[in-house]
């Protein structure tokens, strides 16, 4: 089963990520935590209605008790509300703010978390580029440039979802399923983190350069080029997510959120 579709229309490869199935690992707590990470990230997004609890545990692979659960853990939360009725079901929160919540898994992680986290989306996405250099056909690659085109990236989570498209449209051009797969897993960590980074316009402009720049090398099948540049946006966004940290530790405007534990596991930078 698809995820359902965004109120913008078709799914995007990273939203329908997020209602894939989780095989073995089929605890509530782990689907849980996929959708929880997809509020966070701005996947989906506030007002939008979840699969019904029966569909939601056939995606996830998982019992329909299982799924109630989950359900019941975003509610107390405050990521999700119930409404009744002919047009109800779970829909995301109005309440439940992307940024604050990146803002807080950010804090909660140290320099070294982040460094470690960035240094393995780094490997895997290099894979990726520098095999989608060797056997991309250039005019793949002119497609995802031209969709990045007619985003307005002022509009922050459109640009967010044209991005982590884009990033996946290019693994998926390493020809390389594997690959294709962890780099889906990785980009759903992320993109949280890089929300952060898209709320500061010169830094927005700066990604976008950059991720336009692993367009080109691969468009031109430059391996060589595609990796330096990959290695250029995974510096600067680490760089200035270490940055934002070290703002934001301590601030009193930072009040606990309602209904995360102590202990939650920070997004991956």
Same mark, same amino acid.
């Given at each position: 089963?698809?995820?359902? *579709?965004?109120?913008?229309?078709?799914?995007?490869?990273?939203?329908?990520?997020?209602?894939?199935?989780?095989?073995?690992? +089929?605890?509530?707590?782990? /689907?849980?935590?996929?959708?929880? !990470?997809?509020?966070? +990230? +701005?996947?989906?997004?506030?007002?939008?209605?979840?699969?019904?609890?029966?569909?939601?545990?056939?995606? %996830?692979?998982?019992?329909?008790?299982?799924? &109630?659960?989950?359900? %019941?853990?975003?509610?107390?939360?405050?990521?999700?509300?119930? &409404?009744?009725?002919?047009?109800?079901?779970? %829909?995301?929160?109005?309440?439940?703010?992307?940024?604050?919540? *990146?803002?807080?898994?950010? /804090?909660?992680?140290?320099?070294?978390?982040?460094?470690? +986290?960035?240094?393995?989306?780094?490997?895997?996405?290099?894979?990726?580029?520098?095999?989608?250099?060797?056997?991309?056909?250039?005019? !793949?690659?002119?497609?995802?440039?031209?969709?990045?085109?007619?985003?307005?990236?002022?509009?922050?989570?459109?640009? &967010?979802?044209?991005?982590?498209?884009?990033?996946? !449209?290019? *693994?998926?051009?390493?020809?390389?399923?594997?690959?294709?797969? !962890?780099?889906?897993?990785? $980009?759903?960590?992320?993109?949280?983190?890089?929300?952060?980074?898209?709320?500061?316009?010169?830094?927005?402009?700066?990604?976008?350069e950059n991720l336009l720049a692993v367009l080109a090398a691969v468009g031109a099948g430059d391996?060589?080029?595609?990796?330096?540049?990959?290695? *250029?946006?995974?510096? %600067?966004?680490?760089?200035?997510?270490?940055?934002?940290?070290? &703002?934001? /530790?301590? $601030?009193?405007?930072?009040?606990?959120?309602?209904?995360?534990?102590?202990?939650?596991?920070?997004?991956?930078?």
């Amino acid at each position: 089963m698809r995820g359902p *579709a965004p109120r913008s229309g078709k799914p995007t490869r990273l939203h329908s990520a997020v209602f894939q199935p989780i095989g073995d690992e +089929g605890r509530a707590a782990l /689907v849980e935590r996929r959708i929880a !990470e997809a509020i966070m +990230g +701005g996947v989906l997004t506030a007002g939008e209605r979840l699969p019904a609890e029966t569909e939601l545990a056939a995606a %996830f692979g998982v019992a329909p008790a299982t799924a &109630r659960e989950a359900l %019941f853990a975003l509610r107390e939360r405050g990521l999700i509300v119930t &409404r009744r009725g002919r047009n109800g079901g779970s %829909f995301i929160a109005d309440s439940a703010d992307p940024v604050r919540f *990146a803002t807080h898994a950010l /804090v909660e992680s140290s320099r070294v978390t982040l460094r470690d +986290g960035a240094q393995h989306y780094q490997a895997i996405t290099i894979a990726c580029v520098e095999l989608a250099a060797r056997r991309a056909d250039p005019s !793949e690659v002119a497609m995802i440039h031209a969709r990045l085109d007619r985003v307005d990236e002022h509009d922050l989570a459109h640009w &967010r979802r044209a991005s982590d498209d884009a990033v996946i !449209e290019i *693994a998926a051009l390493s020809q390389s399923a594997r690959l294709t797969r !962890e780099q889906m897993r990785l $980009q759903g960590e992320f993109s949280p983190l890089m929300a952060l980074l898209d709320t500061d316009a010169e830094a927005r402009r700066t990604s976008r350069e950059n991720l336009l720049a692993v367009l080109a090398a691969v468009g031109a099948g430059d391996p060589s080029g595609a990796t330096d540049a990959l290695r *250029a946006k995974v510096r %600067f966004a680490i760089d200035w997510l270490i940055a934002y940290r070290e &703002r934001n /530790v301590g $601030q009193p405007t930072l009040t606990p959120i309602p209904g995360m534990r102590s202990g939650t596991r920070p997004t991956r930078a």
